[in-house]
């Protein structure tokens, strides 16, 4: 026979459960905005029976109810699939991010983009050759080939820049990588404590998923979750590596101050600095990464997605974005240094006295590692103290004068009379004919050659040709005073023929066409006969046909270059977008799957409190029918009246 | 599907933002006029804008070269004309004192004019263009410096008016100004016959005259010939110029029309997300409960 206060007990106990229920819905409507939160679900159990032995056969009475236990409402699998879709997401949003910004830095299509920059200089190279005397013209040339030359540096400048804030992303990366595996190794600790007392930790398994949530924006990561009686092992893998195991967890490492160099291989860019794996924090935990293996380069199951791996691409991205504007730089500065080398200046001097028209602004060798063509690109310093020295005229638009053409021999001067319009090899021949013997010349294009002779100064002015016969290499440039055929008559030499001496041909003022200036501004429209030279780390300075036979980049024209280089920012800008967005949908959807069974809704909790209130209420009834029933038995029982 | 408020919430703000993107790539579009505003919008469309700008600078240049190039050669042709005139000046004075009835002294008197004559064709080949002396050739310097004396050359000036293509705006005069044939040798031969009273040289300076008269009408028609090539060079410039910045508009111009009637679509969606929003979002079963 059960006993009198049975049903008591029973009433009590659900009462207990009921309170407990409620307790569990009040928690969870607190939480009901908190998004980490997993929704609680308080689990009925029935009372173990109470079996006794009643008219000859065993009767078994329920004793009412119990909480078995608080558990929590999560799929793992989702979980799992939001985990790696966040990664991927996080990659494109850095993706996307690095993308944007560099179509800022480029700025294209704009009217103060490289593009206009430089279709403005090219044009500004059309008007000096049409008015090559013309110190606005030369001006204006000078002054847009310095915003040129400034527009690369900032380009660059920026890039640099931009390269910086993405190292220190990394590394910021980094960083909160190991600050949530130091985390999730102590919640492992309070979790294992806890559930070896045999309870469920609900909220500190919530705050263990959300700190995963957390990590998969950084790297893609796997769980590996294993029961050893009420005790579970937790793992957190990256990569096929653990990040943590149980109590005890591993560290990344990123050296941003080290140089983010870049190599090449196949023509892309490979980042020399990677983050690794460091140290662990005890040598009994987890599965010990090679120290200084790159984060991922494993079984290729994690680490290449992620905000971390999606910074490091954009560090790829800038440094393949600065070496194409080294390769512009150096292959405009190099191109228009040839050509404007060829040319005479406003004096009658070759290609700005030697020099070229851009220089690189690189103090020391030693520097050159670290100064691109872009940055260190800068004019001549000589041309932007006097634009006159920009050399606009071809050496062949000259002609020939009417005048006095005379060899001077220490101090004997034999003369001829020329008429205009004659050519080189009339005067020569007549000045040859006048001293038989005296020289021989040989006229090949628009060099002349005069005995053995040999330039004594500068390249000359065209008026005026030395010579030395004891010298039996140079050939001459004389600049382009276009020789007739056929070929001179066969030389006589006499015996004992002068050693030096000097042929001048008057010549008109040659430096006022502008034939030159126009031969740079139809660069615009490519330079296949042109080649380049040099590394994009370090530009070679311009040093004439020694280097011509290693081109920076080859393209029909720079226009070219430029606008493959653009559409190609604008391609993987155009996939990031696309990308991004996708994933976003992706990952809003696993979100929403995530929601729907571990999130609150506040309806369900409404009906769940009232199903929960209303047994309460009908429990308290039973305790008061009881009372009236044990109050029948204790006042209305063998009682005489 | 169990539907849950957070769920609730993070759809409403995900379409509220996806719909408030779309807005503001249509707002761009209609700010700046421009349906590419930077490469990702259309990669294939921002190489074209690039190419098409580099052709529509060149162009522009080209059209201002054939511009410069045709004044030179107006001013040419104008000059030319005026030498002309007084080349049949000169002529008339020459028939003139061909005529028995003139005496040395009137002779002299007229040497002194047609002396002026020479000074005056002497001035008007230094006549400048800008900094170019027109009748100089490639020579930078004055030409003409007094009597015979013409210091110009026979190069030409070229101007380019299309990729590779180049067109002289100048011809050679050395023909005309240079040398023993020139109207300066000319006219001082006419001068000093005059002043000789030398009646045999005069009537040939009548015929050099008249040589001269044929020779500067066939620089004339030369330079006609060079100022129509210039002319037609820039007509072809001006109206590829056109067809450029047409295309050049299709490629990268947002359609204002197209462009609001999306932007209206977008806010039209924004407001009704906005308002189904509001009222989807407040009520729950608590608020039926008492």
Aim: no cysteine; charged share 10%; net charge negative.
């Amino acid at each position: 026979m059960p006993s009198t206060f049975f049903g008591l007990q029973i009433a009590a106990n659900a009462l207990a459960a009921q309170q407990a229920a409620v307790d569990v819905t009040g928690h969870n409507i607190a939480n009901a905005s908190n998004a980490s939160y997993t929704r609680e679900v308080p689990n009925f159990v029935a009372a173990t029976p109470y079996t006794f032995p009643s008219a000859g056969h065993y009767l078994t009475l329920g004793e009412g109810v119990n909480i078995g236990s608080v558990t929590r409402a999560r799929d793992a699998f989702v979980d799992a699939q939001y985990r790696n879709q966040n990664s991927l997401l996080s990659y494109w949003t850095q993706q996307q991010d690095g993308l944007n910004k560099i179509q800022g830095i480029v700025n294209e299509p704009s009217d103060s983009s490289l593009a206009s920059t430089l279709n403005t200089f090219w044009s500004d190279w059309s008007t000096l050759a049409n008015n090559a005397q013309n110190s606005a013209a030369r001006t204006t040339v000078q002054q847009q080939s310095v915003t040129l030359a400034e527009m690369f540096n900032q380009m660059s400048t920026q890039i640099s820049t931009l390269q910086t804030s993405y190292e220190s992303a990394v590394s910021t990366g980094v960083s909160q990588v190991n600050s949530i595996a130091e985390q999730i190794s102590q919640l492992n600790i309070q979790i294992n404590k806890a559930e070896a007392g045999g309870s469920n930790p609900n909220d500190l398994l919530d705050r263990r998923d959300a700190l995963v949530d957390q990590l998969s924006q950084y790297y893609q990561v796997s769980v590996v979750q294993t029961k050893q009686g009420a005790v579970s092992n937790y793992e957190v893998k990256i990569g096929g590596q653990d990040l943590v195991n149980g109590a005890n967890y591993n560290t990344l490492a990123f050296n941003p101050a080290a140089n983010v160099d870049v190599s090449w291989s196949g023509g892309k860019p490979v980042l020399a600095q990677d983050v690794t794996w460091a140290t662990v924090t005890t040598p009994s935990g987890p599965a010990q990464p090679s120290v200084n293996a790159a984060v991922g380069s494993g079984d290729g199951s994690g680490g290449d997605t992620g905000s971390i791996k999606g910074n490091l691409d954009n560090l790829t991205k800038l440094a393949g974005l600065q070496k194409k504007y080294d390769d512009m730089a150096q292959g405009i500065a190099d191109a228009v240094n040839q050509v404007q080398n060829q040319g005479i200046d406003m004096y009658g001097q070759a290609g700005g006295s030697g020099q070229s028209f851009f220089t690189y602004n690189i103090s020391a060798s030693s520097q050159y590692a670290s100064q691109g063509a872009a940055a260190s690109l800068q004019v001549n310093g000589s041309i932007l103290h006097d634009p006159n020295k920009i050399a606009a005229a071809d050496p062949a638009g000259g002609e020939i004068t009417a005048g006095t053409a005379s060899l001077q021999v220490g101090t004997t001067t034999y003369s001829v009379n020329v008429t205009a319009g004659e050519t080189l090899a009339s005067v020569l021949n007549a000045l040859q004919k006048q001293i038989p013997g005296a020289f021989k010349y040989t006229i090949s294009g628009n060099q002349v050659k005069i005995d053995n002779t040999t330039n004594t100064t500068t390249p000359p002015s065209p008026q005026s040709i030395s010579f030395s016969t004891t010298d039996t290499s140079n050939l001459w440039q004389i600049a382009g005073l276009e020789p007739a055929p056929p070929a001179p008559p066969a030389p006589s030499v006499a015996p004992g023929g002068f050693a030096t001496g000097t042929i001048t041909v008057p010549s008109s003022d040659i430096q006022s066409n502008g034939a030159n200036a126009q031969s740079i501004a139809d660069l615009q429209n490519g330079w296949s006969p042109l080649q380049f030279a040099g590394t994009p780390s370090q530009p070679v300075l311009p040093a004439g046909a020694g280097n011509l036979s290693n081109p920076v980049f080859t393209a029909v024209s720079v226009s070219d270059y430029y606008g493959a280089l653009i559409s190609g920012i604008g391609v993987d800008g155009q996939q990031a977008n696309n990308m991004q967005a996708n994933q976003q949908t992706l990952v809003d959807s696993l979100s929403n799957q995530r929601q729907s069974v571990s999130g609150v809704s506040l309806d369900q909790e409404m009906t769940n409190m009232i199903t929960y209130q209303k047994s309460y209420t009908a429990a308290a009834r039973v305790v008061t029918m009881m009372d009236d029933m044990l109050n029948t038995l204790v006042t209305g029982m063998g009682i005489t009246r | 599907m169990r539907i849950t408020n957070i769920m609730m919430g993070q759809n409403l703000l995900s379409n509220l933002e996806a719909v408030q993107t779309t807005i503001q790539k249509y707002q761009n579009q209609l700010a700046s006029g421009k349906k590419i505003n930077q490469p990702a919008d259309d990669p294939v469309g921002t190489q074209l804008t690039l190419g098409l700008k580099g052709a529509l600078s060149d162009n522009s240049q080209w059209q201002g070269n054939a511009s410069q190039g045709l004044s030179v050669l107006q001013t040419t042709n104008a000059t030319l004309q005026n030498m002309m005139g007084m080349l049949q000046r000169a002529r008339t004075l020459a028939v003139e004192v061909n005529n028995g009835t003139f005496t040395p002294a009137d002779r002299a008197t007229t040497a002194d004019e047609v002396q002026q004559i020479q000074q005056e064709v002497g001035s008007l080949a230094n006549t400048q263009v800008g900094d170019m002396y027109i009748f100089s050739g490639t020579s930078s310097s004055q030409p003409w410096q007094g009597a015979a004396n013409w210091t110009g050359n026979a190069g030409l000036v070229n101007i380019a008016v299309g990729k590779g293509e180049q067109i002289p705006i100048n011809a050679d005069f050395t023909g005309l100004f240079q040398g023993t044939g020139s109207i300066f040798n000319v006219l001082s031969g006419f001068v000093s016959d005059l002043k000789s009273n030398n009646l045999s040289g005069l009537q040939n300076d009548l015929q050099n005259i008249d040589n001269q008269v044929q020779s500067f009408t066939a620089k004339e028609a030369e330079l006609g010939a060079l100022t129509d090539r210039v002319q037609t060079v820039q007509n072809n410039l001006q109206q590829s110029s056109t067809n450029l910045n047409q295309n050049l508009s299709t490629v990268q111009d947002a359609d204002v029309a197209t462009v609001i009637t999306h932007l209206t679509n977008a806010q039209n969606v924004y407001q009704a997300a906005l308002s189904v929003g509001a009222r989807y979002i407040q009520p729950s079963l608590a608020d039926y409960m008492k």
